[in-house]
């Protein structure tokens, strides 16, 4: 199938650049010393839990922010990944191969997606591996650290669906990559007027990227944040394969 | 005979600016169709509707057979493209950029790697096909463009300015490739050099402002340029009434007063009637020389008329 041909040769081409090799590492450095930071607290926390009845575990203090922390840090990174994905290739005229190619924007649209998906599914992967370790001296909660792992991967999967729309509207990568970091950011802080003056908007409450992460990491899967997940990658899939079929029109 | 292209009352519109307007033509297999026109008369933004990558503002295109809208999936299997600019994925070598290329247009997999020797060895980039693309001379980027648009053997091949950027050596070899693979296929090439279209071409279409003038084969063509001229230079004045008489001759210009234009007939050529009757006047010939006239001047000539 073609959509898989154009997503592996996505994929490939990323780790054919340094830039693939360059953000695992780098990322992945940062995600070892937070996950160093929140073990050491547990150890100085520990002998005080001890003593406290059904206190958080060695889950609850290690896993949840160290995900929390990786999301933040993927909302600035992902923007960056996201850029060149139609504008690049719109901007270095190879673009014109694929839409000669017996391929449908769909396609196109999905196989460029999947590519770059499968690098950020890499640098989730890399956040998992540190807290299963633990598993070596202790016990951890798998629930919630499989609630934790479905969160970042929708996470991450809605910033690149957001990253891809602009690269597919902008003119420039810069302004692809600072266009889905504005939004991100936006959504992302946008249920913070919540608790000011005891006002409470519902609307921005559900918009609110942050508020769907957190709930789904505190353990507690329920159906309204999945769906706003899928919504949300859904939505701005189709708005990218509309917009590259308007490319045709227009241009 | 089998029609490849058809393309009916072709519009498009880039907000008000007319592009194209009403372009209406056929290819049939083994035509090489030549595009001429100068800059911005339209000839890359038809190529780019051709290639699907450009939606007509109205008007209808089939490809083999196949409605480029309706059916686009079918219309494009049958399409091989050459943009202005060749997309090339420049971190890529040559073996796995067409290896992607061949992939994309869905050669089946047992055929893939034959599909790429051949193409290319047909482009002659055998000895660099494991070097990335990005290291590669720009003649050698664009023979990859090339040997991408055949690569998955389509019946429909149209090349944007084939020739660009390459030496007079490899200019031949394509043009002789061109030849080659119009035998088989129906071929579309756009080109600012006339000499190109007279070289490889078995049509000629050119376009001006967005409109076609011309559509002919290119022996019609050179019916058309059935005219042949001479330049005759005497010591003494000629009697220009006199020479026009004579059968075969259609119309005289003065240069000079001892120098003048005969525009003849190709078909009853007057030269050893025009010699003798020098002679015998006693006007005292001094030279006589062809003036060749090329497909530049035609071109010309139909861009003024069409302006005018």
């Not at chain 1, 780790?15 to 160093?36: C, G, N, Q, R």
């Not at chain 2, 089998?2 to 297999?29: P, Q, W």
Request: aromatic share 6%; glycine share 6%.
């Amino acid at each position: 199938m073609t959509l898989f041909v154009i997503a592996a040769r996505e994929f490939k081409t990323l780790f054919l650049s340094p830039m693939a090799w360059t953000v695992l590492a780098i990322l992945h450095t940062i995600f070892a010393y937070l996950f160093l930071t929140q073990v050491e607290t547990f150890t100085l926390l520990q002998p005080k839990l001890a003593v406290i009845e059904n206190s958080p575990g060695l889950t609850d203090i290690i896993v949840p922010p160290l995900f929390g922390n990786a999301g933040i840090i993927l909302l600035l990174v992902t923007p960056l990944l996201t850029m060149q994905l139609i504008c690049g290739e719109r901007r270095n005229k190879t673009l014109a191969l694929l839409l000669s190619a017996p391929v449908s924007s769909a396609e196109i649209i999905v196989g460029k997606y999947l590519g770059l998906l499968g690098l950020l599914l890499l640098v989730v992967a890399l956040v998992t591996i540190m807290p299963l370790s633990l598993r070596v001296g202790g016990e951890l909660d798998t629930g919630k650290f499989l609630a934790n792992i479905l969160a970042l991967t929708l996470l991450t999967a809605a910033f690149a669906a957001a990253g891809l729309y602009l690269s597919a509207i902008a003119g420039h990568p810069v302004i692809a990559a600072m266009g889905s970091f504005g939004m991100l950011l936006l959504l992302w802080i946008l249920d913070w007027t919540t608790g000011v003056k005891d006002q409470r908007s519902e609307l921005l409450e559900y918009l609110s990227i942050l508020r769907h992460f957190q709930n789904l990491q505190s353990g507690l899967i329920s159906s309204v944040d999945v769906v706003y997940f899928v919504l949300f990658i859904g939505g701005f899939i189709l708005f990218s394969i509309r917009s590259l079929e308007n490319y045709r029109l227009l241009k | 005979m089998t029609l490849l292209i058809e393309a009916e009352h072709l519009y498009r519109y880039y907000g008000k600016h007319c592009a194209v307007n009403d372009v209406s033509f056929t290819l049939t297999r083994g035509d090489v169709l030549g595009f001429l026109g100068p800059n911005g008369a339209g000839k890359t933004t038809t190529m780019q509707m051709l290639c699907g990558n450009l939606a007509p503002s109205a008007g209808q295109i089939k490809i083999n057979g196949f409605d480029l809208l309706d059916q686009p999936r079918s219309a494009k299997r049958h399409l091989g493209y050459l943009p202005d600019t060749p997309p090339l994925y420049r971190e890529l070598t040559v073996y796995e950029f067409l290896h992607y290329c061949a992939q994309l247009h869905g050669v089946a997999k047992n055929n893939i790697t034959q599909a790429i020797d051949h193409a290319l060895q047909r482009c002659g980039l055998t000895s660099v096909a494991k070097r990335l693309i990005a290291n590669l001379s720009k003649g050698f980027q664009q023979r990859v463009g090339i040997a991408q648009a055949i690569l998955h053997d389509p019946e429909v091949i149209i090349l944007d300015e084939p020739t660009v950027g390459l030496d007079p050596l490899q200019i031949n070899e394509i043009r002789t490739l061109i030849r080659e693979l119009g035998q088989d296929h129906g071929i579309i090439l756009s080109t600012h050099r006339l000499s190109e279209v007279q070289e490889s071409c078995s049509h000629v279409q050119i376009i001006h402002q967005g409109q076609l003038i011309l559509n002919e084969s290119i022996a019609a063509l050179k019916q058309m340029m059935d005219t042949g001229i001479v330049q005759v230079t005497t010591r003494l004045a000629p009697d220009v009434s006199l020479l026009s008489a004579l059968p075969g001759i259609k119309s005289i210009e003065t240069l000079a007063e001892n120098c003048i234009r005969i525009h003849y007939s190709v078909v009853d050529n007057p030269t050893p009637r025009l010699t003798e009757t020098i002679i015998a006047a006693g006007w005292e010939l001094q030279e006589l020389a062809p003036v060749k006239k090329s497909m530049e001047d035609i071109f010309i000539t139909l861009i003024r008329d069409n302006e005018s």
